[in-house]
Structure formats: structure tokens, C-alpha cells
């Protein structure tokens, strides 16, 4: 059993900027250290931004063009081998680092916030 994660304030949470998007295009990333693809992720008004996403052990490349995703759109831009990885898709991790996705179960307009 994992510990407790220290209590955040309203303050901290309201820090972060977590957004819908759709995956509009996916490649492999074979320089990254662990599987990965690269992923184009439509914001709608943010634009398109990019992420180095450790997916490949439960979704398959085509599976994953047109899905909506959530993802933190605020924090620095971060190199992962030769890509610019802009934001952070959330996935709930279970054993061995495997991530199911976070997705609105309605359709929702591209770039709207999560709160």
C-alpha cells in the first residue's frame, strides 16, 4: 500500500491546466528511453501541441487518432530524445507502468478546461 500524497491547497489545484483534446496524428518514438509514440493533440483554440506518451503496451497507433484526451497543457516544454513533448496526457498507471487514458465520456468541445 502506497502513502498518503501530501494535501494540496484550491490554490495548487487552480495551478494546473488540464484540457480536452484530440489525437490527430501518432508515430513511433523509437529514440525514446521506455515505448513511446509521439502524439499531435488538437487543443482547439490552444492549438495543436505535442507529447511523448508511453501508450504503446495497451493502444495501438490507429486506435488512437480521433480519441479524446485530457492533458495538462502548462507545464515547460520537455525534450524527450529528439521531441519536443509540450504537454502531459493523463492515464491512470497500474502495475508495470501500464496507463489506461483519461477521456470525457461525452463528446466535449476541444480546449475546454477540467476543474
Known amino acids: 500500500m502506497s502513502e498518503t500524497p501530501p494535501l494540496i491547497t484550491w490554490d495548487d489545484f487552480a495551478k494546473v491546466d488540464m484540457r480536452v483534446g484530440k489525437v490527430i496524428r501518432v508515430e513511433d518514438h ?5 515505448p513511446a509514440y509521439k502524439l499531435w493533440i488538437d487543443f482547439g483554440p490552444l492549438g495543436v501541441k ?23 497543457v502548462n507545464f515547460p516544454p520537455r ?22 487514458l483519461l477521456q470525457p465520456d461525452q463528446p466535449t468541445p476541444l480546449g475546454w478546461p477540467i476543474g
Open 50 to 72: 505535442t507529447s511523448s506518451a508511453q501508450l504503446t503496451r495497451r493502444y495501438r497507433k490507429e486506435d488512437l487518432v480521433g480519441r479524446l484526451v485530457v492533458a495538462v
Open 79 to 100: 525534450r524527450i530524445a529528439d521531441f519536443i513533448s509540450e504537454v502531459l496526457v493523463l492515464g491512470a498507471i497500474g502495475p508495470d507502468n501500464d496507463v489506461i
Open 30 to 34: 523509437p529514440k525514446a528511453r521506455k
